[in-house]
């Protein structure tokens, strides 16, 4: 499949930054918990292969997964890369030897987990960092401004393309982009948690890409109800309607949807290209209200 045909096309994020905007992020290929290997390495690799075959030009990744080890996966299916491939990574936290996810951002952990990113990744430079600094699924308030600077300063040494911020409030924001350009925004958001709705809507204004995650799927029960019952009307899958729906909800959302199956992998990819009605896009607005 090209990736002309992938639901969506695509966004420029920077002049030299096109990508589809049906995304794949990777860190479901790790063991349970995000923590460790992978129960079936040839599985993981299968289905990052699929992603290039697909035509999908978006991978988001962290060294921080497994840790290492979807960025070990990832090169180990594709190095070399294919040239239109732009691999997205995000550094501000760490694992430690419970699995938990404590926050790494000293100035001496960022650049460790930048240079660990491209070890693993194997590249010169990254192509896009996200600066990871909120909690699980919401900001924390505060000055971003000394980790940034570390990033900013990385970028300028050559080791970073382009830069991005992840788990922010829109006044975070601002300060990232008075300290050096952002391409994108990666904040938790869905069909019922739509607290940046007006963010994402001065992004697209100014050019910049809103990439939304859905921790623990994103859904309660009651909330899948009401987007279960759409999802049969049109007789989708629930999935296929929540991603149909960000795509339709902004040009500047880019969606990156985890699986370690190369047939979730396809059901996704094929369920992001539904259109959803206006009367269905009516009924899945209702959910946040």
């Known amino acids: 499949m090209a990736s002309t045909q992938l639901p969506g096309g695509t966004f420029t994020l920077a002049d030299d930054l096109t990508i589809t905007r049906l995304g794949y992020g990777a860190m479901q290929l790790a063991g ?25 030009t978006h991978i988001d990744t962290s060294d921080y997964y497994g840790p290492h080890v979807t960025n070990q996966l990832i090169r180990q299916a594709l190095y070399p890369y294919p040239n239109d491939l732009r691999i997205v990574t995000k550094v501000g936290a760490r694992r430690d030897a419970e699995g ?28 896009v960092v996200n600066l990871r600094v909120g909690g699980f699924d ?30 922010v409030a829109p006044a975070q924001i601002t300060e990232a982009r008075s300290i050096a350009p952002i391409v994108c925004v990666q904040n938790f958001y869905n069909i019922a948690h739509r607290v940046d709705d007006a963010l994402i809507d001065s992004l697209a204004a100014q050019g910049i890409a809103y990439v939304p995650y859905f921790p623990l799927g994103g859904f ?3 909330q899948s109800d009401a987007l279960a019952s759409v999802a049969s009307r049109l007789e989708a899958t629930p999935m296929a309607v ?9 040009p500047n959302i880019l969606l990156i949807p985890g699986t370690s199956s190369v047939a979730h992998l396809r059901d996704n990819v094929a369920g992001a290209g539904l259109t959803l009605p206006e009367d269905a896009v009516a009924d899945l607005n209702a959910i946040a209200n």
């Open 32 to 56: 349970p918990h995000v923590f460790g290997p992978p129960a079936d390495r040839g599985a993981a690799v299968a289905v990052l292969r699929e992603v290039v075959e697909l035509g999908i």
């Open 100 to 127: 938990g996810w404590p926050t790494a951002l000293a100035p001496e952990e960022l650049r460790q987990a930048v240079h660990e990113n491209l070890e693993n990744l194997g590249v010169d430079a990254l192509d």
């Open 138 to 167: 919401a900001p924390t308030p505060g000055s971003i401004a000394a980790p940034f600077t570390v990033l900013a300063d990385m970028q300028q040494e050559g080791l970073i393309k382009h830069l991005g911020v992840s788990t």
């Open 220 to 222: 309660t029960p009651l």
């Open 242 to 250: 929540a991603l149909a729906w960000l795509l339709q909800r902004s």
